[in-house]
Every structure is written in structure tokens, then in C-alpha cells.
DNA sequence: CTGTTAGCGCGTTCAG
DNA sequence: CTGAACGCGCTAACAG
């Protein structure tokens, strides 16, 4: 159709008014009588008119956009805490401004740089496994830009956060297995200089304490990265004459591999050996036998930091000094047959 | 620190110059000493000073930002997408503002309508299932504007777009499972009032003609949603007298359930009957026996739209009545246990 | 209830 | 090589 963009300048003058009779009655003012409002309203639907919404942004400093920076945008994870952050910003009017780090710490920093650029009214990022140093977030701080960290936090910084409860879900899983007979029982966790790993480390070990079973350091395997590690882990763990009768595993992948491993080893599970994942990955019930995991809720995590993070923008003047939140979203523990002991097989 | 923004203007009066000093040597201006250059990019640094992307774009009329509107992002293939549309954006210096339509139509037209408000540069879509109007991408393509479909597109427009070939590779699905011996092949289809089984249907029905099979309608199932409900096809095509030797279905999940029920009722895979899927889910190197499946690149996908965008938007003002193109990305046959007759077993 | 005026921060003429 | 002045499109004082 037509090249030339058409502005409130042209609605005005096609009906003899001001450009500010206009952008009022666009905007619902009170002090523009209805006749003049709808006058204006049928006026710019048929020049075919589009607000432009960043001059009005440069007026009034505010841009209705939100940063998110995350690691990696294609896990299940990550895909449902935008969704659960989506479905909080939508509705109120924002619109998500979406980087990917790719764990990489200079692009975390440049993606922050780009977002304060633009204008952000806040930030929501959860940290690429490379970030040691915050000053990058201390910067949006500083420039009194609010900010919500989640799923992967630090402490090194005093902010609103939002986590799933690696803590506490993992002494809930070992105490489920203590509770299904189990006693030696062994860990198998990804690398615990990750804040997630670690939790659950601590979870399992603590849980020992709590179920009062005594800790074996041989049944202890930090930094477990795939399947093919867990499998060879899982052989070597069963040559030895001592062996555990329960395997936590801090992913469904690992304790895949573990399953898979002791399927051929004729190892029975769950009769000889449990064996419990985390993060209820779809294909956990379909392995063979079926694997009990821990079920995260990212939506809930994106949904709680998005409340948090309007909630800051909201209040930006009003409480200055305010306290920040750490909240924990709790995941569900998942039973089914790999761990399942004392009742019958379900389904 | 400090509440205010620092602009050029602070930075001018600190060192006693102009702003269009200032504005100058901070883009690198031809006709700027290289020694003022560099007093003022460390003056800017000194003060702190953060560039007001909103302003600059109102000046120059460009937001680098680009659009995207999708059904939902909590997908694996919908994430991958992303992904790989970021890889091509990000590089180029683009925003990326997403929005979900949650495949409602109005959620839709409401999101171009936000999006073309936030003078985006560009605007990439995968349609909701609800949607048969168009004329909210006319409204885009009207104010000049690029756009491209990317998925799920629709036929109605003259637009660029690119998808997943789902005609052809159904084709070699079928040839595939024709070249093991099997002759009875049977469909079980999503919705073809959706393009991707349609175009599936399609293929299937093509396969069947070049292969010289003949066509059999008590095989042929259209609309199957979910596992269930070819878990009770399955039950139904087996109680029959005649019965197919091969399964093709639009989806894992739908494969799976065959898989499940075929298993239960002792029919042996692939021995007796050959079992294929589509979209090679992660649990299909799982499954007993393994699931043969066409893997699709979502994140080729996604590269091949954002670089077609990004053409466009470059050439914007070059080519005005150029040819749309429609790219097809070629999946991959995974082909594993469930429809190997004639090799040995993989694995 | 409406018009006038004055910027928001930046880039870009046009003059020196 | 640099400065003065204007305007991108919109909103918000300040008048009437």
C-alpha cells in the first residue's frame, strides 16, 4: 500500500485538531469528551494509523520490554520457565526480550550490555555455567534496574531469586528410598561446582544423616556427565565385593544408564537394587523397569520470577531498601517401579 | 549509585564540546580527530555512560529488533527453532521479542499487532491451528514490513517461508519400509486438516502408488491425537482377519502406543509387523525394540527464516517485487530396530 | 474540554 | 574537523 508511516500528526490534522486532542483521546484521557474520542478512534483506524510506541517510550522513559538471559533455550527445562514466565508478562502488557548466553561468559555480559541498551524495565537471567563473577549484575543493580535471577543463582549477590529445591527433594528421595528397605544407598551427581548439583549433594548427605546410615565414600561419584559414564560407573561399582542396594542419580539420563547396565548384569531392580532419577524426563516411564524420578516445575519457576521481577518495577519508587526473596519451588517426587519395593508393581 | 541517566549531553558538557561531538566520535565518525575519539570514548566510560537505544531508533526509525510469534514455546522442536534462529540473529545484532500465540487466533492477531507497535524490523511466525484468516500478515506485508512463515504456514499468502519436508520424507519412510519386505502398510495421522499431516497423508498415499501397493481405507486413520488412542486402533486393526505387516505413524507418541499394544498382544516387531515414527523423540532409541523415525532439523529451520528475514531486511529498498521463496528442510530417516528385516539388528 | 509549547536523547543537516 | 539547530513521534505541563 503505502510507504509513508502516518502519525498522530496526520490524524490531527485530517480532523482539524491538536496532536494532543489526539494522543488523549487515543489513550482513554478523562478530559476528552466521548464524541471526540470515538471521532479520533474511527480517524485513525481508517488512516491506518500505528502508535508508535518508541517515541512514546522515549517520553516516558520506559520501554514495556523485559530481558531474559538464559544459558540454552532448547531443554525442556529452560523452554518451560519462558513459557511459565510468558504466561505472567503477557497479560500484563510486557513484551520478553529473549538472549541465549550459551553458557559462555562474555556473552552473558555483552547480553546484559544489549538489554540495558534497549531500555529493559527489568531483567530476569538465569547464569551460564562459566559465571563466577557478577559484576555484570551488579552493574544492572547499580543503575537501579530490577533483577531476578533463576534456576541458576549466586550467592555472591543479594537479589530476588527463584529455585527449584534441590535441597530438600533429594533428602525427601532418599528418605523414600530408606523407606522402601534400602540402606546402601550410592550417588551418582553431575559436577557439584554446580550450585544444583551441589544441593543435592549436600540433600543426599545429609540425608544419610537423618535416615542414620553410615556414609561410604566409594558410593559417592561427583562430576558424572553422561550415560556412557554412568554405565561404566555402575559395572565398576558391581565388580567389588561391598555393593549398594540403592542408586540415586542426580538426572533420568544417568540413571538410565544405570538401569541399562544393570538390566545386563541380571541385577534385579527394584528387588536387588533401587535406582532413583531426577527431572522426570518424558522417557522415565517407559524404561524397563519403569524409573522413579523428581519432578522440577520450571513453569512455576518462570511464573514466581516474572511475579517477583513486576512486582520490583512496579514498586520501583516506593520501598527502597526492601528485603529480597530466595524462593524455593518444590518438585514432586515421582514413584514408580525402580523403586518401588514394598507395594505392588503400579500400573 | 546514581538514579540519573547519564546522556550525551553529560558527557559533552565534561568535556566542554558539543554533543554532536560526543554523537560522533561514539560512532566512530569519519570526520572526527582520532584523538577526540578517544578523549571522549574514555570520558564516556568515565561517566558511566549508557547509550539510549530507544532515542537512537526513534531518530533513525529502526529498532534492531525482530519478532517471532509462535503456537507455544515448551516444545522441543519449538525451542530448537529458537534456537537456531538466535544463532543467525544474534551475530547480526538483532533482538529477538517473542510472543506466544498458545495456537489461539486472537492471541495471534493481537501479538502482529503488538509487535508492528514496537516498530520491530521484521517478523517471524509458525501459525496457531486456529488460524485460517490471514489478514493480519497482509496488514504486515502491507506496511512493507518483512515477514517470514516458518512451520506451519499457510498457502493463502504469497510470503517467503521455510519448512520441514514432511511430503517427500514421508515418501522415503514408505519406500524405506517397502524395501524391507513389507507390503500392508497401514497409516495412523494426526489431523490432516493440519498442513504437516497432510503433507504426510500426502506422501503416504504417493509412496503407495510408486511402490505399487495397493491403497486400503480400513488402514488408513486420520485425527489419531494421542497414545491412547492408538493403543485402541492397534487393538482394533489386530482382531481383524486382515491384517497390515506395517505400521507408518505421523508421530513418536502415536508409534509408541502402537509399539506398546503390539508388544502386549505378542505380535513381534519387526519380525511380523514393522513399526515407523516421526520425529525422532528422545525416548525412540529406548524403546523395545528401538523405534525407526524421521528426524527433523528445527534448528536448520530456524536459521534458514532468520537469514531469509534478514535479506529482506537489508535489501528492503532494492528489490521491491522480489520472489517469495519456499525453502523445505530435509529431515532424516533414523532407521533402527522396529522396521529392520532384512540387515541384522543394529546396536 | 481542548490547543500551545516544550522537551525525551540522539543523529544529522547546515554552517563555519 | 567541530558547533548550532532542528526534528524523529509522542506526551505532559501549562494555559485558556
Redesign the pocket.
Known amino acids: 500500500m503505502k510507504d509513508e508511516?502516518i502519525?498522530?500528526?496526520?490524524?490531527?490534522n485530517y480532523l482539524?485538531?491538536?496532536?494532543?486532542?489526539?494522543?488523549?483521546?487515543?489513550?482513554d484521557?478523562?478530559?476528552?469528551?466521548?464524541?471526540?474520542?470515538l471521532k479520533v478512534k474511527k480517524a485513525a483506524e481508517k488512516l491506518n494509523?500505528?502508535?508508535?510506541?518508541?517515541?512514546?517510550s522515549?517520553?516516558?522513559?520506559k520501554l514495556n520490554s523485559i530481558g531474559v538471559i538464559l544459558p540454552k533455550i532448547n531443554s525442556t527445562f529452560m523452554s518451560n520457565c519462558i513459557f511459565g514466565i510468558e504466561k505472567i508478562t503477557q497479560p500484563a502488557g510486557y513484551n520478553l526480550i529473549i538472549c541465549q548466553s550459551n553458557e559462555n561468559y562474555e556473552n552473558e555480559v555483552r547480553n546484559i550490555k544489549s538489554l540495558l541498551d534497549s531500555q529493559v524495565s527489568g531483567i530476569m537471567i538465569s547464569l551460564s555455567n562459566e559465571t563466577t563473577n557478577t559484576d555484570h549484575l551488579q552493574t544492572v543493580i547499580d543503575k537501579d534496574i530490577p533483577l531476578v535471577l533463576f534456576d541458576r543463582t549466586s550467592d555472591l549477590l543479594d537479589v530476588d531469586s527463584v529455585v527449584n529445591d534441590d535441597y530438600k527433594s533429594t533428602i525427601a528421595a532418599i528418605s523414600h528410598l530408606y523407606s522402601q528397605g534400602y540402606k546402601k544407598i550410592a550417588i551418582l551427581s553431575g559436577p557439584t561446582h554446580i550450585y544444583v548439583y551441589k544441593n543435592r549433594m549436600q540433600g543426599y548427605l545429609d540425608a544419610l544423616k537423618l535416615c542414620k546410615l553410615k556414609k561410604n565414600e566409594d558410593w559417592i561419584f561427583d562430576g558424572v556427565k553422561n550415560k556412557l559414564e554412568a554405565q561404566a560407573i555402575t559395572q565398576n561399582i558391581f565388580n567389588e565385593s561391598n555393593t549398594p542396594d540403592a542408586i540415586f542419580c542426580t538426572g533420568d539420563n544417568i540413571a538410565l544408564g544405570v538401569l541399562q547396565t544393570l538390566n545386563k548384569m541380571n541385577i534385579e531392580v527394584p528387588k536387588t537394587v533401587g535406582v532413583m532419577g531426577y527431572s522426570n524426563d518424558t522417557f522415565s516411564e517407559i524404561t524397563q523397569p519403569t524409573l522413579s524420578s523428581v519432578e522440577q516445575h520450571p513453569q512455576d519457576i518462570g511464573s514466581n520470577a516474572a511475579s517477583i521481577l513486576l512486582e520490583s518495577i512496579e514498586n520501583k519508587k516506593k520501598a527502597d531498601k526492601k528485603l529480597h526473596k530466595k524462593i524455593y519451588v518444590k518438585p514432586k517426587l515421582i514413584i514408580r517401579e525402580s523403586t518401588t519395593r514394598t507395594q505392588t508393581y503400579l500400573e
Open positions: 508511516k502519525t498522530i500528526k496526520d490524524v490531527a482539524n485538531v491538536s496532536t494532543s486532542t489526539v494522543s488523549r483521546a487515543l489513550t484521557h478523562h478530559s476528552i469528551s466521548k464524541k471526540t474520542k494509523y500505528t502508535p508508535n510506541n518508541i517515541a512514546a522515549l517520553r516516558n522513559g
